[in-house]
T-cell receptor, first 114, second 113 residues
């Protein structure tokens, strides 16, 4: 069975500072990996995904994530936080064997302060 | 407009009542999913469907029923609502290819009183 752990349910950064949201997964084989963002009272929007190929993936709004198989991690980063980045972020995995079922982490609420 | 829509957006119902949440997608995606979102749990899969007339249980299926007679619709029914089913429910759809993401609706906030 797959599982996802997001360290830190709440993260607070200053505007302009580095954003780092942590995600570790547990899976018998490397899964497909996703980061979603949720703004208040809205559905989830895909930020980026890793399936195969380059382990550093770039997404929307300046976010990127690096797949590290040896660390079973897929941390999300952004060099410079903006007020509009304040939202909840979810890491998710799906099996490469098919089914497209996403297993989500518990989410990290990002707060951006002036 | 193309996309995935859920209705209603907000619903209050009483314990023991049957309630159906609707989901409609216009992309002809093969897969459709129902998740519930609760504080501290993230999103948990209730049921999913790989195609019309094919459904399967997810992580938390108890108390829910689904059907998929048409590719574009995937209603979720709570047969006898309980307070523990108070949650935000998200419908999602996705293509058949395994390396693709799911696309989410806006959610339905259900309160069972």
């Amino acid at each position: 069975a797959q599982s996802v752990t997001q360290l830190g349910s709440h993260v607070s950064v200053s505007e302009g500072a580095l954003v780092l949201l942590r995600c570790n997964y547990s899976s018998s084989v490397p899964p497909y990996l996703f980061w979603y963002v949720q703004y208040p009272n809205q559905g989830l929007q895909l930020l980026l995904k890793y399936t195969t190929g380059a382990t550093l993936v770039k997404g929307i709004n300046g976010f990127e994530a690096e797949f590290k198989k040896s660390e079973t991690s897929f941390h999300l980063t952004k060099p410079s936080a903006h007020m509009s980045d304040a939202a909840e972020y979810f890491c998710a995995v799906s099996p490469t064997g098919g089914g497209n079922k996403l297993t989500f982490g518990t989410g990290t609420q990002l707060k951006v302060e002036l | 407009d193309a996309g995935i829509t859920q209705s209603p957006r907000y619903k209050i119902t009483e314990t023991g009542r049957q309630v159906t949440l609707m989901c409609h997608q216009t992309w002809s995606h093969s897969y459709m999913f129902w998740y519930r979102q609760d504080l501290g749990h993230g999103l948990r899969l209730i049921y999913y469907s790989a195609a019309a007339d094919i459904t399967d249980k997810g992580e938390v299926p108890d108390g829910y029923v689904v059907s998929r007679s048409k590719t574009e619709n995937f209603p979720l029914t709570l047969e006898s609502a309980t307070r523990s089913q108070t949650s935000v429910y998200f419908c999602a759809s996705g293509r058949q290819e395994t390396n693709t993401e799911a696309f989410f609706g806006q959610g339905t906030r259900l309160t069972v009183v």
